[in-house]
């Protein structure tokens, strides 16, 4: 069990990273750099930043440079898949995290060994204020031993160094395996020096060094970039030498705060406290063997880790790092509900909490922290329909194979792809069983289900054709839908041939109300292929088609029947929904435009990676290692509107693959498999000529894509074109969102308004200054405006920027004023040993000062004040009892809890502090009341 010293504690987390943040900086002409994002933008190597040194990877390949040579910083890392991989290890000991944040700082080409390991020392020994006063005999070192079969030499030099401030007793050497750090098989390298913390009780960890014995941890790396690897194996000195150095901030602070585990610093305890509220399990008490303190630990690394990679623009998803995010939420999810035994989606409440622990640091946090808990809740309440059913099979999986024995990979593979299980997840179920499970069997399963769905890949249908149905269809001897008619659009008369509900059953008649799919003789509906959604539309005037989708040749019209019964063997007229067909039609020609200027302005190593066209905007993603610029986003958006004002004609033809293979400048998306003969749409040609000399250069100058779309005739039919938004998909992949059409015109006159307004805004000052600020940032963040325009207006906002925050802090310190002299009056004004009062306008912190207030002049006297926010429809409560009263009964974290139930919220806390909050600020005079009354009756 986990024991704290909290008489100990001196510094908070933030303290201490600041504190070495300013060491550098004040001290040692550091410049801060913000932590990079931990979804990293551009480095296809990287599933998640894992190291500080991530961001200045071009530095020390010598691809870039930078106009300071000394950085520092706390980055935001996450480990969680790839090479380093902790999160299984999550929530079994006490120092696993996915997400933890590491202190670093850097020299390129600057000092060396000396000043890295004096400035490390200094920092972690020397006394107050200028360093953090550890144990020196705590304290150990290892350094690179040497390699004789690679010519290295011992790094005598950092020893020797090391002998000026340590016992030489307390230096050790290690081979290549600890101490000598590699970027990778070939790029700069060097030797590295730890140093390490000893927890032993005794001060008996010598032998502990580098075992992986957690009673000795590595504190920090100083890693010496001197060398360079070559392709050929080969060692050869860089002409700059580069410091990087890594210091874990979770061990550090539990080192400060005198804890036995990482989880008992102040990083994770509100985490904790608001798991408690929400579950009502015992508090955390910090055992290995408790199921429930297992849960907290999992549940609050990998709300933390989740908060911070969805904030930085990761996603949960199937592939990439969007599946290691998935697989890390469904592993809490399941905690929460199967350990904790709590129902419903609540982990995404945990966010606020999250951001008011880790906000300061990286204010990013802060920006949008309910958009980031909306996306957890959403995976929550996916996960939550099928997890009951999931556990269910698995114990009955777990029961059949008994004691010590192996689930099957059939049952793994069903509770992945059934219930949405992770491997993972299944895998640590089954630990807990003492089981083992089949992953070798899960895999050749999960290949054969990833060639079978290939050709469906992202697509959400309600019904879908099985190989059986299939089968069946053509027993009946019913061919495949005649869909010649999808590019013209006009009303065709067809024969239901089929119908199938949602179970995938053919039945005779489609009744009203009941979902289900037609299948006709013939179709002028477009079945969703190439990224293009399906046509909406109906079936005489008693189907409403929702969606189209083929399989084998048939098209589905999967909607539902809205007026009289349809038979199979009914007569009818299939009609396009215009409205449905236009805008998308005008999307997807306006996808190929944009696809062709990207590769002006990216390069013409742009290449294609999917898209999606529907009649409300245009998605499309593309090889790009790089953010765009609002530079190139602009001259994007300029190529494609120019096109669009040319009135340039769209041309299509069926022709064989080779023949169009053949055609200069012809783009195709890659790794998608085409069909012979396959259909070309050129934009800015005619085809006759182009196949009349499909070898010219200048067919360079036109959009040229194999692609079995509906397109305008003519390009001016679009519009308008506007790119609403630029971000990362994936490492290396970018994605775009644009709009065409009036939604295009109606961004445009939005973003226009949007300048002139932050252009207005130097103007203001005061409270006037701070609203529109804010106003404009929102409108900014939530208005649909071209992401050009969207940059400019934060370019136009950065100068007023500093005034803003300088009137906020003057705001702070007014209302902070304000309530300090309120507490005075009510300290003056009240007596007895309880005292219960509310504060208006009064968050936390400033409730805690108005505490401090009033208990200065009522050392004895239990205080509870309640902060009231009409606005924002919260109640903050704060108590404090002293030690007499909480031996007479009245005991805080009991005490918040009845005002808090009557305002609709809950708390709690230990018997001397504790704090609560509410969302019904009109109950407080109840409240106040019930909270008097309860102190009378608790104190005989």
Known sequence: MSRTNTARKTRTASQVRQEF????????????????????????TLLFTNAGMNQFKDVFLDQGTRDYSRAVNSQKCIRAGGKHNDLEDVGRDHYHHTFFEMLGNWSFGDYFKAEAIEWAWDLLTSPAPGGWGLDKNRLFVTVFAGNEAEGLEPDTESEDYWKRHIDPARISRWGKKDNFWE??????????????????????????????DPRVVELWNLVFIQFSRGRDGGLSPLPAKHVDTGLGLERLVRVLQHT?????????TPIFKAIETHTGAHPYRGALDDPADIAYRVIADHIRCLTVAITDGAWPGNVGRGFVLRRILRRAVRHAHQTLETRGAWLHELVPTVVATLGDAFPELTENPGKVATVIRDEEESFLRTLDRGIALFENAADAVGANGQIPAADAFKLHDTYGFPIDLTRVMARERGLTVDEA?????????????????DLDVAITLPPEA?????TLGIEPTDDTARFDAQPVAAIVKAIMNSGSDFVDTAEPGAPVALILDRTNHYAAAGGQVGDRGSVSADFDVQDTQAFAGYVLHIGQVTGHALAVGTAVTVTVDRQHREPTRANHTATHLLNFALRQVIGPEQDQRGSLVAPDRLRFDFVCPHAMSLQQIEETERLVNGRIEEALPVDTRVVPLETARGITGVRAIFGEKYPDPVRVVVIGAAMDDVLADPGSPR???????????????????????VIVHEQALAAGVRRITAVTGPAALAAVNAGEGLLERAGRAAGLSGNDLVGEFDA????????????????????????????VRALRKE??????????????????????????????DADRDNLLSAMDAIRAAHTEAAVMLLGVDDDAGRVTIVARVPKALIARGLKAGDWVREPARICGGSGGGRPDMAQAGGKQPDKVPDAVVAARTFAENALP
């Open 699 to 721: 067919w360079q100058e036109c959009s040229i894509e194999l692609c079995g779309g509906t397109h305008l005739a003519d390009t001016s039919a679009a519009d308008h074109c």
């Open 811 to 840: 705001h702070r310190a007014e209302k902070r004023s304000g309530v300090v002299d309120e507490a005075r009056r009510i300290a003056e004004s009240s007596s007895g040993p309880v005292i219960v009062d509310t504060l208006p």
């Open 21 to 44: 943040i300013d060491f550098f900086v004040a001290r040692h002409g550091h410049r801060f750099v913000p932590s990079s994002p931990v979804a990293p933008h551009g480095d296809p």
């Open 441 to 457: 069997g899960f895999d050749t399963l999960m290949e054969a289900a990833r060639q079978q769905s290939r050709r469906t890949l």
């Open 260 to 268: 036995d585990s990482n989880y008992d610093i102040d990083l994770f």
């Open 776 to 803: 404009i940032n929102e409108l900014a963040r939530e208005s649909t405006i071209g992401a050009a325009v969207r940059g400019r207006v934060t370019a136009l906002l950065e100068p007023v920027g500093d005034r």
């Open 183 to 212: 970027m990778g098989d070939t790029g700069p390298c060097g030797p590295c020096s730890e140093i390490h913390y000893d927890f032993t009780a005794d001060k008996s960890g010598s032998g502990l060094v580098n075992k992986g």
């Open 470 to 474: 299939i089968a069946r269809l053509k």
